[in-house]
């Protein structure tokens, strides 16, 4: 399976049989399936949604936002518990505006999954850890 590093873009190819086994990038040596939340930015986000070949979850939030900060230790949870059959992000709509416009966010905090490349589900609201984690079943 492809799966692109959060912090240089570098993609790696993870064998299905090693995903357990904590691998990490290639090239800059982070963990590629990590088991908590990843940043992403405006430059990241579309090589990493549209080549990772692992679901990903991102949280589109904001630093002004009472609810997202509310809802942060939750996704953080869920990070732990979903890995690394599921890679949990966050996207700062403030700092990624053309992204967050792309996907029209009204309301944050917003959960979009994606699944090669593609929306597949999308949940705006705080949600805890438990119910993270059956949005994404």
């Known amino acids: 399976m492809n799966v692109v ?3 240089c873009a ?3 190819r993870v064998p299905e049989a090693k995903r357990h086994d904590k691998p990490v990038c290639g090239k800059c040596k982070t963990p590629l399936l990590p088991n908590r939340p990843v940043e992403l930015s405006e430059a990241t986000f579309a090589k990493f ?3 990772t070949e692992v679901p990903v979850l991102v949280d589109f939030w904001a630093s002004w936002c009472g ?3 509310m809802m ?3 996704f953080a ?3 732990a518990t979903l890995s690394p059959q599921v890679i949990l992000a966050k996207l700062n709509t403030e700092e990624a505006p053309q992204t967050a416009s792309k996907f029209c966010i009204s309301g944050i905090p917003t959960l979009i999954l994606f699944q090669h490349g593609v929306e597949v589900a ?3 609201g705080v949600l805890d850890a438990q119910q993270i984690a059956q ?3």
């Open 122 to 124: 999308r949940q705006s």
């Open 49 to 51: 949604i549209g080549r």
């Open 5 to 7: 590093c959060s912090k």
């Open 135 to 137: 949005f994404v079943s």
């Open 77 to 79: 949870e869920a990070a």
């Open 72 to 74: 942060a230790p939750a």
């Open 67 to 69: 609810p997202c900060r």
């Open 10 to 12: 570098a993609l790696n």
